[in-house]
């Protein structure tokens, strides 16, 4: 069954709920195929090939139908691949399931290596949840967000729900004692382990994999940082570059205005590398330039202010957006171009790390706007100049700009814009892009990367396309930061930045307009092209960070009070019920007391004897269990010598031989009457009056 | 209780004969009315009476007395009103149930009846005599006859034992079964008599011996089978006390402390026991109080306890508590 279910989740991943199905089916029919072939005298190696046989066999056999067009004119291409589809699952994983199923029932390693496969396969759903993706597994997390509630303590739950299955399997105690004390102790602990543990820490010990660009991380004091830790203001020029397209979440970005930048993408830049080191370029530590680049996050309630763009000439517009980090940052990340970075109150502890929000002067209209503009600024000192337009001493790249140049008209060709994007494009063309290059041991390895293959990554563009800018004289550096494609935004207002985003860029400074970002997004790429991301998500992230939960909340609300309204009714409830049964308990205990005056004659003294035990057990004195009738009343001689004629009388009509004449009414009432009048005399009033508030002495009375 | 007057004089006799008899006992013994309470309650339900207890105890003139309280008014028969048996190994069954002698006059064999044709017999030390020895005693409390030379001769329907044994000093003896402890209705372990009756003996023997108890009245032996007879007949149970008797018993069995629980002719001998002991109350019904105070006394040497179990008199407390309250509450309901 178990094994049914994890084939059917590893196929609803890659395939629709039919193909699911078959494969449950699949599943299931493999665990009958595999104890059947454990019981043949079929050696073990020779029963796992045979099985490996017929999953080739069966994989071409389900193909099939998808080769006969006759059956496709029947039934339609769309249902002849579902048919398709369907049958192949279920072929697979009827044999995959029973060559697994098999070995582990030949051989004890496999047994393990079975349930890993199994518990690997039913977890990986929820491995995405880990990775950011709250709104993974969705047909469980779903309802819960949607209704407002985080739902890591229902994970939690599933998971110490599932670890204690585990445990108690694993475990194998043979008493049902001893599994009892297991699945309570286990759960206990569990739960002490959850409780002690914040959840956030837990979200640190998975580190982020936008790490590698030296964006992410906590800021370290002091370098005290481990040795193989990146120095946080530089970047590398490595080899199989780690930065996977991993779709992990690390911010979300939220507009606060309609805005779409006229290059198509949305730039955050969190840092730029201007300073040429004699191999790359680094970070400007003095601080001479790049007085853009904030330093750190706004303290809390205060902001940070930036240059920003100089006195603009061209069309720009102020616009605010609100970032939210999911994952630590070094510095904030602002879109282009930040001027003031505000702090905020952090609208979701559980889901973001910090947020602030920013004034950015972004730009408007057409990109060609930016033609004829002159490099730099008049005010820069020769420093400065001599920081932004400082390439290595080597000729190549001055040739390489200039033959590129020349391919520009005439008039343009003095224009540094002109001449950024005639380096873009001859990088865009010439390039190919690859995660996977070998420039890292090169002596330059940009060098070896621009007059080499030319098979790099975005580090390798920006830092060639620099060099290529600055050798014609136009200040550039390389910003380094995430970039999101506008189409990714979708029609909300809500970006969300995922760690494989992670980006750096060539920048040039034009007079009067600042630091313009000119990208290279070279035509040939070795990287299929990453995913847009899960709207879903983004629209709840940014409803997260735009603290709109105050919709849910609301809900969230509403049902708080619903609770407490129906608990206070409950409690009314049972107030009343208690109210009604002590009414109902009181007045049955006084029909007690005057029932022998009512009634038939012969039941009379049963209800005198009764009615003078209750009056008894309201003053404290009762029948012990076991103890005889005549017993207690004999021990109660003393005191009350009614009692025992009273109990004689009882007890010689009850238990006495038939036709014995009982006493009449009268008797049993005086009697009674003696014995109250017994009990006013020995026993103090305020017992006696608390003997008759007590409404439940009655039902002690045996 | 008016409404049968035979009923009611038959009773009131019966409690005048057990009265008789009780006050005789207690003049002779000390600080023993519980004792002689049950021995009595043995006589009015025929049973026979097992004394636990050490030499010196009075035992005997216990027994002395009550055989001298009932007057044979059997004139058929001469049969001794009280016989002591003191039990020894090398005893043989002829010793106690009597031989055939040779009459050289008459040239027939006759019958000697030995010790055992008496009203109350004491049999001291049962436990130190031969297994043959003991069946023969056993069969005659049983059977109420002995089996001489292939005659039987009927013991007299009063036939009343109380046999002794001693708690301690066992080497030599051969402990009596489960099976032959069947055969008596009471086993009565004796504890030490209160200080002050222990005081009140002493100061009293003097003035006992003179003032024997011949000037208190006796009771003839018709009217013990007569009382006999009334408390069977006319002292009341309850249906509801034979549910009471047989969930006790099955509790006992229940008992992972009980080994062997008790049987159900033990219940049907306690029914007499507990009519006497109602009537000793002057009741002419039985209450649950009346099997709380017997039913140690006739369950305790029928049952077998578990390995380590102890204390068998407050195992069967707690196993009866249930069904006596249950018959104490039946008392109320209806």
Request: aromatic share 4%.
């Given at each position: 069954m178990i094994w049914g279910c994890a084939a059917a989740v590893a196929a609803l991943q890659l395939s629709l709920p039919g193909p699911a199905l078959s494969a449950f089916l699949g599943g299931f029919l493999g665990l009958f195929l595999a104890a059947r072939l454990d019981r043949t005298p079929l050696r073990t190696p020779w029963g796992a090939a045979l099985i490996a046989l017929a999953t080739l066999a069966l994989q071409l056999l389900a193909r099939l139908p998808a080769g006969l067009p006759s059956l496709g004119r029947l039934t339609g291409a769309s249902n002849l691949l579902l048919l398709t589809e369907i049958l192949s699952w279920f072929c697979l994983s009827l044999t995959t399931v029973a060559f697994w199923h098999f070995l582990s029932r030949r051989i004890r390693f496999f047994s393990g290596l079975e349930l890993a496969i199994v518990v690997g396969i039913l977890a990986s759903p929820f491995a995405a949840h880990r990775g950011?993706?709250?709104?993974?597994p969705y047909f469980l997390v779903d309802p819960l967000w949607s209704r407002g509630y985080d739902p890591v303590p229902v994970l939690f739950a599933l998971g110490a729900l599932a670890a204690t299955a585990g445990a108690l399997v694993t475990l194998g105690r043979s008493s049902r004692r001893g599994h009892m004390l297991d699945a309570l102790l286990i759960p206990l602990l569990l739960l002490l382990i959850f409780a002690l543990l914040p959840s956030r820490a837990l979200r640190d010990w998975?580190?982020?994999?936008?790490?590698s660009m030296g964006l992410t991380g906590k800021p370290r004091e002091?370098?005290?940082?481990?040795?193989?830790?990146?120095?946080?203001n530089e970047m590398e020029l490595e080899d199989?570059?780690?930065?996977?397209?991993?779709?992990?979440?690390v911010a979300v970005v939220l507009l606060q205005d309609d805005y779409t930048p006229p290059s198509g993408a949305y730039y955050f830049r969190q840092t730029a590398f201007s300073v040429y080191n004699g191999r790359r370029l680094v970070a400007d530590?003095?601080?001479?330039?790049?007085?853009?680049?904030?330093?750190g996050f706004p303290a809390p309630g205060l902001e940070t202010s930036l240059?920003?763009?100089?006195?603009?000439?061209?069309p720009t517009r102020k616009l605010k957006t609100t970032v939210a980090l999911i994952s630590s940052h070094t510095r904030p990340i602002g879109l282009i171009t930040p001027e003031r970075f505000i702090s905020q109150s952090n609208p979701n502890p559980e889901q973001f790390w910090k947020a602030y929000e920013v004034e950015s002067e972004v730009l408007l209209g057409d990109?060609?706007?930016?033609?004829?503009r002159p490099a730099g600024?008049?005010?820069?000192?020769p420093e400065l100049w001599k920081q932004y337009t400082e390439v290595p001493p080597d000729p190549r790249y001055k040739e390489l700009a200039d033959e590129v140049c020349e391919r520009l008209r005439p008039e343009l060709r003095r224009d540094p814009y002109a001449q950024a994007l005639a380096v873009r494009f001859f990088l865009e063309k010439e390039g190919i892009y690859s995660?996977?290059?070998?420039?890292?041991?090169?002596?330059e390895p940009v060098a070896d990367f621009l007059f080499g293959?030319?098979?790099?990554y975005c580090v390798h563009f920006a830092h060639a396309a620099v060099y290529l800018m600055r050798s014609q004289g136009v200040p550039a550096r390389v910003g380094a930061g995430y970039y999101s494609d506008?189409?990714?935004?979708?029609?909300?207002s809500s970006i969300l930045i995922r760690s494989g985003e992670a980006h750096a860029w060539p920048e040039i400074y034009l007079q009067g307009v600042g630091w313009v970002v000119v990208d290279i997004s070279p035509e040939r790429s070795l990287v299929p092209e990453m995913s847009s991301p899960d709207p879903e998500l983004q629209r709840m992230l940014g409803q997260m960070a735009r603290n709109e939960k105050d919709e849910l909340r609301g809900e969230r609300k509403n049902l708080r009070e619903m609770l407490l309204r129906f608990l206070l009714l409950a409690l009314k409830v049972l107030l009343l019920a208690a109210l009604v049964t002590m009414l109902g308990l009181g007045a049955w205990k006084v029909w007690r007391r005057l029932?022998?005056?009512?009634?038939p004659e012969s039941r009379a003294l049963g209800r005198a004897y009764r009615a003078a035990l209750d009056a008894l057990s309201d003053v404290g004195i009762r029948r012990q269990y076991g103890q005889g009738r005549l017993d207690f009343a004999r021990e109660q001689q003393e005191r009350f010598p009614e009692l025992l004629e009273l109990t004689r009388m009882h007890l010689d009509r009850v238990?006495?031989?038939?036709?014995?004449p009982p006493a009449t009414r009268s008797e049993a009432v005086r009697r009674y009457r003696e014995l109250t009048r017994s009990i006013r005399s020995q026993v103090k009033p305020a017992r006696r009056l608390l003997g008759a508030l007590n409404p439940f002495s009655w039902l002690l009375v045996k | 209780m008016t409404a049968n007057p035979t009923r009611e004089q038959a009773l009131e006799n019966a409690s005048q004969v057990i009265e008789r008899l009780r006050k005789r006992c207690q003049h002779a013994i000390r600080g023993r009315e519980d004792v002689i309470d049950l021995l009595l309650i043995a006589l009015m339900a025929d049973g026979h009476v097992l004394l636990e207890d050490y030499p010196g105890s009075g035992k005997t003139t216990l027994a002395k007395t009550l055989g001298d309280s009932?007057?044979?008014?059997?004139?058929q028969e001469k049969i001794a009103a009280f016989r002591r048996i003191q039990f020894t190994?090398?005893?043989?069954?002829s010793d106690i149930t009597g031989v055939s002698v040779f009459e050289p006059d008459k040239g027939t064999f006759e019958f000697r009846p030995g010790p055992?044709?008496?009203h109350v017999v004491v049999g001291d030390e049962?436990?130190?005599?031969s297994p043959k020895v003991q069946a023969a005693m056993l069969e005659a409390m049983a059977e109420k006859q002995v089996t001489v030379d292939n005659v039987s001769h009927q013991l007299d329907d009063l036939f009343f034992v109380i046999a002794t044994q001693n708690p301690?000093?066992?080497?030599g003896t051969y402990p009596l079964p489960v099976a032959q402890l069947d055969r008596f209705l009471f086993k009565i372990r004796m504890v030490d008599i209160e200080r002050s009756a222990e005081i009140d003996v002493l100061a009293s023997y003097k003035k006992r011996r003179a003032e024997s108890t011949e000037e208190l009245p006796r009771v003839t032996r018709s009217q013990v089978m007569e009382a006999r007879r009334a408390i069977d007949e006319h002292v009341h149970i309850h249906p509801e006390v034979h549910t009471c008797l047989v969930d006790i018993a099955r509790n006992l069995r229940k008992?992972?402390?009980?080994?062997q629980g008790v049987s159900t002719r033990s219940l049907v001998l306690l029914l007499p026991a507990v009519q006497a002991e109602a009537l000793m109350r002057k009741r002419n019904y039985v209450l649950p109080e009346d099997i709380e105070r017997l039913a140690p006394h006739v369950f305790t040497h029928r049952m077998e306890l578990a390995p380590?179990?102890?204390?068998p008199h407050r195992l069967i407390k707690e196993c009866a508590k249930p069904a006596l309250e249950a018959l104490s509450r039946q008392a109320l309901k209806s």
């Open positions: 950011g993706f709250i709104n993974r998975f580190p982020d994999k936008a790490e002091g370098g005290k940082g481990k040795g193989n830790e990146r120095p946080q199989n570059h780690e930065q996977s397209h991993s779709p992990t979440p530590l003095v601080g001479q330039g790049d007085k853009d680049i904030p330093i240059p920003g763009r100089p006195a603009s000439q061209v990109e060609m706007m930016l033609l004829g600024e008049s005010g820069w000192s995660l996977r290059s070998r420039h890292m041991h090169a002596a293959d030319k098979t790099g506008a189409r990714n935004r979708g029609r909300g029932a022998f005056h009512y009634g238990m006495g031989p038939p036709g014995t | 009932i007057i044979d008014d059997n004139p190994p090398d005893l043989l069954p055992i044709f008496a049962i436990n130190r005599t301690r000093d066992q080497a008992s992972p402390q009980v080994m380590g179990a102890e204390d």
